[in-house]
């Protein structure tokens, strides 16, 4: 198959803050060291549930925005802001040497503000007056996108996506075809989430969260962990990159995109969805699939997606999908962030890109024999890795996986924390 000849779109820098780093470089160092970063949550009271661990951002990051953007935006805008304010110190100089209308912003949002609204209505209950007005005009999952649009002055597009855990994926896609097609040059793309109680107490509710860190196909997997977190990328079109001497980490070659059309909450038992969204990131990539050397996954750690995407992973790859192609999960280090998880885990997958090593799965001892994957490193591995898949599974059947390729030539790559 040959690939599509349209413009090119290439990732020229990051940013992350999760619960292994509070910056990219930080986060690269402990996600090959396989450092969980689940422990006990002290945000709110987790009294009473079964459950009193996350990924929880510690650490003052706020020390990094200035006392107007801590005093008016919610945890979840903060985390974006941080991290979006990396990126582009990291994509170097020239950046916004161009019309500030062929730039965009496409974010990727869950829960927002939530726990601003939290905070505000804990006030006026026990208070019964309105003190902190600026928590509700934070809480909309689009308030990060204006910010960070209006911060770096970008006059172009500007959207949220809320897909739930595919949410952020989605965001990287739609920014990909922006580029592509040429209607822009330029875009800041990627999520934020934090953490809130009303996420935690309702996948409470549904029984799916470990008491302890979650195993992501491990055989003793007892559920997920939630985390929080934001990943920021810059993407451009390739020659433009190219003409500022911008770093280019790796090339996004495509993603898919589709709905199981099934259950709210449980993926289709034949993996249908999960299987079509692969090949179709690679049918439009133009990459076939004894290419893909590495498959960050969704891992949530739950008994049913795990096998249901190990499943999926032989419908499309064949044995060689069960016996030797790499897969690990990012959510074993930094829990599952959501709305932000597509980001987080793109970032990831262009580490191990760029680092030719694949992360490991943190907290794995016995793999699972129902999923029947061979290749899953409890340790991060050196491992050539030419092009690789990051697969988001959301919630209502919503699917993406994204496509990645390693920059082509040594000239065209730093360090992806250089700046």
Known sequence: MRRNQKRRVVVTAMGVVCAIGGTLAEFRRRLFAGRCGIDRLTLFDTTGFSCGAAGQV???FNRRLGPHE?????????????????????????????????????FGGGAGGMLS??????????????????????AAPCTLTDLVANKYGITGPRTTISTACSSSANAIG???????????????????EALSEMTFAGFHALKVMAPDPCRPFDAARRGLSLGEGAGMLILEERDRARRRGAAMLAEVLGYGINADAYHMTSPDPEASGMSAVMRQALVRAGVAEED??????????????DRMEALAIGNVFGPRGRRELMVSSTKSMIGHCLGASGA???????????????PPTANLTTPDPECGLQKLPATAIRHPIAHALSNSFAFGGNNTAVLFRRAQTAADSRAPEAG
């Open 58 to 60: 510690h650490g003052d």
């Open 70 to 106: 801590v005093r008016r935006t919610s945890r979840c805008d903060r985390l974006g802001l941080v991290a979006a304010a990396e990126a582009v110190a990291n994509a170097g100089e020239g950046l916004f040497d161009h019309r500030r209308e062929t730039a965009g912003v496409v």
């Open 117 to 138: 609204w939290e905070t505000f209505r804990r006030t006026l209950w026990r208070e019964g007056k309105a003190r902190h007005p600026a928590l509700v005009l934070a």
């Open 174 to 192: 739609y920014a990909f075809d922006l580029i592509q097609s040429g209607a822009l040059d330029l875009v800041i793309t990627g999520g934020s």
């Open 292 to 305: 893909i050397d590495y498959i960050n996954a969704h891992g949530t750690a739950t008994r049913i997606n």
């Open 344 to 358: 987080l885990e793109a970032v990831a997958t262009v580490l191990a890109l760029h680092a030719q090593t694949v």
